[in-house]
């Protein structure tokens, strides 16, 4: 079985943290008064454990499209169609390429989708699942918390959502980093997109937010809003993009 940890922010609050090999995204939980509350589903073994821990009620919310963030909504999961909890994904199944998105099988059983009741996505990440809800303006969920879907403008990835827990903690996925550059290319914002998301950070009530893939999780609102503002300043007016020499994280 695969180890996953969980990690607490609060009574409500807790995520599960990232890894580098495999690159995983950070998955957030919030627990509801009637469901479960992911943010991102990642694309570890570990997190495909803990996602089969979950009652099928649970509602999931992308970050974005990347596959880091989504895999397992794609990826199949045991413990279904016939199949018992303890038959599990091996580790030597996804090195040799046995399971991969889409459509595929693990000897002659067939792996399912992560069961989910609801899926909520940005613009550009509706093909993942068929039961996607696509978030084109703010939504708010009231379940014993409040939660509040939001679209981010992003340099990062298009189609971004943030999540807002009680107007306090704000889940960001990736969506404040840079978009990548390519081979030795430094990454890059989009001068419009970051103002604009200032502005929409800015705007927010939120105090605190989790940044995934980030050492530190848990960081001030007003820290990232002051890295993003430093990023906007080194800002050229013949360009529309902003070059950074070292990450943002």
Known sequence: MNKFEIKKIDDIIS???GTEHPLSSDI??????ERTYLFDVGSSLAALDFLCTLPKNTVIILSHFHYDHTRWLTGHCPGEDGMLPQERISSDAVSDGSISSGSVSFGSIPYKPIP???????????????KATLVTGRITIHDGVKLDIIPLRS????????????DDFLFLGDATYPCLGKEKEPDYYNVQLLKDQIEQLRSLPATRCGLSHDRVF???MNVVL?????AYNNRDPRSPYIKLTSPMQ
Do not use: C, F
């Not at 957030?28 to 008064?33: E, L, Q, R, V, Y």
């Not at 340099?155 to 009680?166: P, Q």
């Open 218 to 220: 848990v960081r001030p």
């Open 15 to 17: 995520y599960i943290p």
């Open 155 to 166: 340099s990062h990835a298009r189609g971004s959502l943030a999540l807002m827990v009680n």
């Open 226 to 230: 002051r890295q993003l503002e430093g």
């Open 28 to 33: 957030g939980i919030i627990k509801g008064a």
């Open 116 to 130: 989910a009741e609801t899926v909520y996505t940005g613009s550009h990440v509706g093909h993942y699942t068929p």
